[in-house]
């Protein structure tokens, strides 16, 4: 359980710091020593993708070292797998382009190399045995220590890094594991576990242009963290209102100078409640225009209906798929998606946009329900 409360990217509150300050964190350009445990739980930035978060730290590249438990050789590159104890991560290493043109130098250096043996010193023979020894640092077998350095990316919901430099370590008595293992606990010590702290002047949102675009993004990732975590079916405002509070409230507030003048005895809500209410909004907008969520009736009552959990709506555009598909005309081809969207808006709600269509086909699509026959058409399975 104590791990738990290390990790502030669980909180769906946590403040992610604009991405124009990320470069005032010396974390940021290092190479990180991060337990692979760390990196495949580390939030990726609603920012900037590629982009991660440890503790509030901004991280792209680390730093690893552990056992090839796993091993993967393409045309063009390796795949490991890096086991370093708490977790094993996949590693992408290029070949170089060298061996790849001339070959493996262990095999075409073994010609030669009965010459130099004679005592005749052979610059080429000497400059075939170092790429020998650098062909052999970068090619593992599984139960050998590999260290690798690079950015994180994912990839098909998977975490790897994309090697920059990686070589086979030599460490028969265990002194490079033992020094690792007793440097990298000081690191989260000293610098990892300690949040990124900015000052007062970063932070005020008066000087930092960018800031209510950060802080719609924080919203909005809480508000799609709160419908996948509850799998809300339908929501109103009011429902989804307090999730966003923190935020507002975390605001600095305006002095009296900058106070608008009032309009009378009753000038209106609280200025807080005011950047409640327009956050919560736009995030809804956004959140509308991305497909996730639409308002199958247009009245008073503002109510959302979450996409992907609406069970009427897939079981209607299954309908149409079943019945359209049927005719000659969609027979062979099956029907175009903005078919299916004019269907849809006739039978069952006119306000459900293009993004939530493509949505919903994606997920029937998941289940084997219908097939992409082309671009852009669909039919019943």
Same mark, same amino acid.
């Given at each position: 359980?104590?791990?738990?409360?290390?990790?502030?990217?669980?909180?769906?509150?946590?403040?992610?710091?604009? @991405?124009?300050?990320?470069?005032?964190?010396?974390?940021?350009?290092?190479?990180?020593?991060?337990?692979?445990?760390?990196?495949?739980?580390?939030?990726?930035?609603?920012?900037?993708?590629?982009?991660?978060?440890?503790?509030?730290?901004?991280?792209?590249?680390?730093?690893?070292?552990?056992?090839?438990?796993?091993?993967?050789?393409?045309?063009?590159?390796?795949?490991?797998?890096?086991?370093?104890?708490?977790?094993?991560?996949?590693?992408?290493?290029?070949?170089?382009?060298?061996?790849?043109?001339?070959?493996?130098?262990?095999?075409?250096?073994?010609?030669?190399?009965?010459?130099?043996?004679?005592?005749?010193?052979?610059?080429?023979?000497?400059?075939?045995?170092?790429?020998?020894?650098?062909?052999?640092?970068?090619? #593992?077998?599984?139960?050998?220590? #590999?260290? !690798?350095?690079?950015?994180?990316?994912?990839?098909?919901?998977?975490?790897?890094?994309?090697?920059?430099?990686?070589?086979?370590?030599?460490?028969?008595?265990?002194? !490079?594991?033992?020094?690792?293992?007793?440097?990298?606990?000081?690191?989260?010590?000293?610098?990892?576990?300690?949040?990124?702290?900015?000052?007062?002047?970063?932070?005020?949102?008066?000087?930092?242009?960018?800031?209510?675009?950060?802080?719609?993004?924080?919203?909005?990732?809480?508000?799609?963290?709160?419908?996948?975590?509850?799998?809300? %079916?339908?929501?109103?405002?009011?429902?989804?209102?307090?999730?966003?509070?923190?935020?507002?409230?975390?605001?600095?507030?305006? %002095?009296? @100078?900058?106070?608008?003048?009032?309009?009378?005895?009753?000038?209106?809500?609280?200025? @807080?409640?005011?950047?409640?209410?327009?956050?919560?909004?736009?995030?809804?907008?956004?959140?509308?225009?991305?497909?996730?969520?639409?308002?199958?009736?247009?009245?008073?009552?503002? !109510?959302?209906? !979450?996409?992907?959990?609406?069970?009427?709506? #897939?079981?209607?555009?299954?309908?149409?798929?079943?019945?359209?598909?049927?005719?000659?005309?969609?027979?062979?081809?099956?029907?175009?998606?903005?078919?299916?969207?004019?269907?849809?808006?006739?039978?069952?709600?006119?306000?459900?946009?293009?993004?939530?269509?493509? #949505?919903?086909?994606?997920?029937?699509?998941?289940?084997?329900?219908?097939?992409?026959?082309?671009?852009?058409?669909?039919?019943?399975?």
């Amino acid at each position: 359980m104590q791990s738990e409360a290390k990790e502030p990217e669980e909180d769906s509150v946590w403040e992610e710091p604009p @991405s124009v300050l990320w470069g005032l964190d010396p974390m940021f350009n290092a190479f990180n020593r991060l337990y692979v445990k760390d990196i495949l739980q580390m939030r990726e930035s609603c920012q900037v993708s590629g982009i991660y978060f440890y503790n509030s730290h901004p991280i792209f590249k680390v730093d690893v070292l552990g056992t090839v438990v796993y091993k993967r050789e393409r045309e063009d590159f390796f795949c490991y797998g890096v086991d370093d104890g708490t977790g094993v991560i996949n590693s992408l290493c290029w070949k170089d382009e060298q061996w790849r043109d001339q070959g493996d130098p262990a095999t075409s250096g073994a010609r030669s190399f009965g010459s130099s043996a004679r005592g005749d010193f052979n610059p080429a023979n000497e400059l075939k045995k170092l790429r020998q020894a650098q062909h052999s640092s970068s090619h #593992l077998e599984i139960g050998e220590l #590999l260290r !690798v350095r690079g950015p994180v990316k994912t990839s098909r919901q998977q975490r790897e890094i994309m090697a920059s430099t990686y070589y086979k370590v030599s460490d028969p008595v265990m002194a !490079v594991q033992i020094s690792w293992m007793m440097e990298v606990p000081q690191l989260y010590r000293q610098c990892y576990d300690k949040p990124f702290h900015l000052d007062s002047s970063a932070q005020n949102p008066n000087i930092q242009g960018g800031s209510a675009s950060y802080l719609l993004g924080r919203a909005t990732r809480i508000l799609k963290d709160f419908l996948k975590e509850k799998e809300v %079916t339908r929501f109103r405002p009011y429902d989804v209102q307090d999730l966003l509070q923190p935020l507002v409230s975390r605001q600095p507030q305006k %002095t009296a @100078s900058e106070q608008e003048p009032e309009a009378g005895p009753s000038s209106g809500p609280p200025t @807080s409640f005011k950047q409640l209410r327009e956050l919560l909004q736009k995030s809804l907008q956004i959140l509308q225009d991305e497909g996730l969520v639409f308002r199958k009736v247009k009245s008073q009552d503002e !109510v959302y209906h !979450v996409t992907e959990q609406d069970k009427d709506l #897939l079981m209607a555009i299954r309908d149409i798929l079943r019945e359209d598909c049927r005719r000659e005309k969609y027979a062979e081809k099956g029907c175009h998606i903005l078919h299916v969207l004019s269907s849809v808006r006739q039978r069952y709600s006119r306000n459900v946009s293009k993004a939530a269509l493509e #949505l919903v086909l994606k997920a029937l699509e998941c289940n084997s329900d219908i097939i992409s026959t082309s671009d852009s058409h669909y039919t019943i399975l």
